[in-house]
């Protein structure tokens, strides 16, 4: 289990050495507007039988891979596009993003991209992060599924768990998925600025922020008053 978590730990331990906190960003959702990408992609490529708009698609099913007619070659197409380092360079920037982004990182250093993509796809990730004019900071990617599965983890709960270690040194984060909110301990103490929701309905007791927009993203990091200061490490090893 522990080497699943290497990467986390090096930033972890260069945040010490500096005396220095961050807060952690997801990719996916939060910067890169993929799944809105890839159903535009579907539809022009195979077809849609509804006659629905890529937002439409993404407001019905959420994500692609549980929209039913797009379950054969249609869902082999968006695999592809996940495991090639240079198919990231083509996906979208949120609208606010960088701006918001950059606003944040004003205030709270960027520590890391916290992210479930593959590992196998850091360059492309990497390249466009710098293209799109985000801050600087190490890529903290996802173990390979078979790893995941052979220490009976998925993808969600391996970020809480990342989350958990890299605390207090981290002490925040941006992210679109409630998953992973159910996948922290309940001694979690860091906040989670869950982008692009209204509403959190877990039951997790949780410091959860909710910022449906990237303005609101950086308003309330703003808000929060977080302090990026060097303090003892908690959580779990």
Wanted: aromatic share 8%; charged share 25%.
């Amino acid at each position: 289990m522990e080497s699943l978590f290497e990467d986390c730990k090096l930033v972890r331990e260069r945040l010490i050495q500096q005396g220095s906190a961050g807060i952690a960003v997801d990719v996916d959702e939060t910067l890169a507007d993929s799944n809105r990408y890839w159903a535009e992609c579907l539809r022009t490529r195979f077809g849609n039988p509804e006659g629905l708009t890529a937002s439409e698609v993404i407001t019905k099913y959420g994500y692609c891979h549980k929209v039913p007619y797009w379950q054969g070659e249609e869902l082999e197409w968006v695999e592809d596009h996940i495991r090639s380092s240079n198919a990231k360079l083509e996906i979208p920037v949120i609208d606010g993003a960088v701006a918001g982004l950059k606003t944040v990182h004003s205030n709270i250093p960027v520590a890391g991209y916290l992210t479930g993509r593959a590992r196998t796809t850091n360059d492309g990730t990497a390249e466009w992060l710098s293209r799109e004019g985000f801050p600087l900071a190490p890529i903290l990617a996802g173990p390979p599924k078979v790893a995941l599965k052979e220490h009976g983890i998925d993808g969600d709960t391996w970020k809480a768990r990342a989350l958990e270690i890299l605390f207090q040194h981290v002490i925040g984060t941006i992210d679109d998925k409630p998953d992973v909110i159910e996948s922290l301990h309940e001694d979690y103490g860091g906040i989670y600025f869950l982008y692009s929701h209204a509403h959190y309905q877990g039951s997790k007791a949780i410091q959860v922020i909710c910022c449906p927009t990237w303005n609101e993203v950086s308003e309330q990091v703003l808000a929060a008053g977080l302090n990026p200061v060097q303090v003892e490490a908690t959580g779990h090893p």
